[in-house]
């Protein structure tokens, strides 16, 4: 089983999101998607991350741009960094993620499209109507479900769960509970744990 704990405001999790799902099918292995908001990662472990953006290193930061543009050109993806608008506020697109439950991935496809693909503002409510336009969901039923209480406390249980896990950023993917990982770059390394996990049950 695979954990990907991820928020929609982040480029790599957006490439991570992309490239996971043909690697799961590939090896018939499930994913379980787990909604987050990172900046409450960021905000209880790894505040370094707001230092780097405020004093970034600028042969770091080049390199970053285009480390970003090749894997994404790999997944055949658009990015545009920076967006617009960022970092952008996504706690109405993920309580939407875990609104949705196990129906999540096509709205969450749209959300990542739209951010990072089409720099259009995810915290907008006229783009979330949008895309729930899009991937064919009442929009009054999203928003009226994102208002629960339940669904924000969902999506805070599970940004404080994955800290507690060992986390500290988005994605961050488990591999049967307790191997975890961090990054899209990582994927080769969680191939090869699913393949060693497959080869021990046999």
Request: proline fraction near 6%; charged fraction near 25%; aromatic fraction near 12%.
């Amino acid at each position: 089983m695979i954990e990907f704990f991820f928020d929609c405001s982040s480029p790599w999790t957006y490439l991570a999101f992309h490239n996971i799902q043909p690697l799961a099918r590939e090896l018939d292995v499930e994913i379980v998607w787990r909604p987050i908001l990172v900046g409450g990662i960021f905000n209880t472990v790894n505040p370094s991350v707001y230092a780097q953006r405020e004093k970034p290193v600028p042969l770091k930061a080049r390199y970053m741009k285009k480390d970003l543009a090749d894997w994404a050109r790999s997944a055949g993806l658009s990015i545009k960094m920076p967006p617009t608008v960022f970092p952008v506020n996504s706690v109405k697109a993920m309580r939407g993620c875990i609104w949705l439950d196990r129906d999540m991935v096509p709205f969450a496809t749209s959300v990542f499209e739209a951010y990072w693909g089409e720099d259009k503002d995810i915290s907008q409510d006229a783009v979330l109507a949008e895309i729930c336009k899009k991937v064919g969901l009442d929009e009054a039923r999203f928003f009226a479900g994102i208002s629960e209480q339940a669904i924000k406390d969902q999506l805070k249980a599970n940004t404080e769960e994955v800290v507690t896990r060992g986390g500290f950023g988005s994605p961050t993917i488990f591999v049967n509970k307790t191997d975890m990982y961090f990054g899209n770059d990582r994927l080769p390394l969680i191939r090869e744990a699913l393949l060693r996990g497959k080869a021990s049950a046999a």
